[in-house]
């Protein structure tokens, strides 16, 4: 089985920063694509962040130059810094990660069970 942990958020003032990290565990062999959805209450679950085993990363519009993904491929692991929050940005964070497992030949997405990001005042 393919695991993935959240840690990270909370409460917020506006304009503070908050950082999100997602550990992957389990019977992997490699990761392709790794990332950050979120969903506020009554709305669908957008993307955030993506980020490739080679780095390769893209954002949704509006964090671009907010939110930084990164990730460490060595220990399974996806980041995101998330600076000069705004109300808007309160949702909960889920982390993916598209998973090859031992004895598979496709990928896989996973899921977090996702983080509660609240920014209020």
């Known amino acids: 089985q393919v695991q993935l942990v959240e840690s990270g958020g909370g409460w917020v003032q506006p304009g503070g920063s908050q950082s999100l990290s997602c550990a992957a565990s389990g019977s992997i062999v490699s990761i392709t694509d790794m990332g950050w959805y979120r969903q506020a209450p009554g709305k669908q679950r957008d993307m955030v962040a993506i980020i490739t085993s080679g780095g390769y990363t893209s954002y949704k519009d509006s964090v671009k130059g907010r939110f930084t993904i990164s990730r460490d491929n060595a220990k399974n692991t996806v980041y995101l810094q998330m600076n000069s929050l705004k109300p808007e940005d309160t949702s909960v964070y889920y982390c993916?990660?598209?998973?090859?497992?031992?004895?598979?030949?496709?990928?896989?997405?996973?899921w977090g069970p996702g983080t509660q990001v609240t920014v209020s005042s």
């Open positions: 993916y990660a598209d998973v090859r497992k031992a004895y598979v030949f496709s990928y896989c997405r996973y």
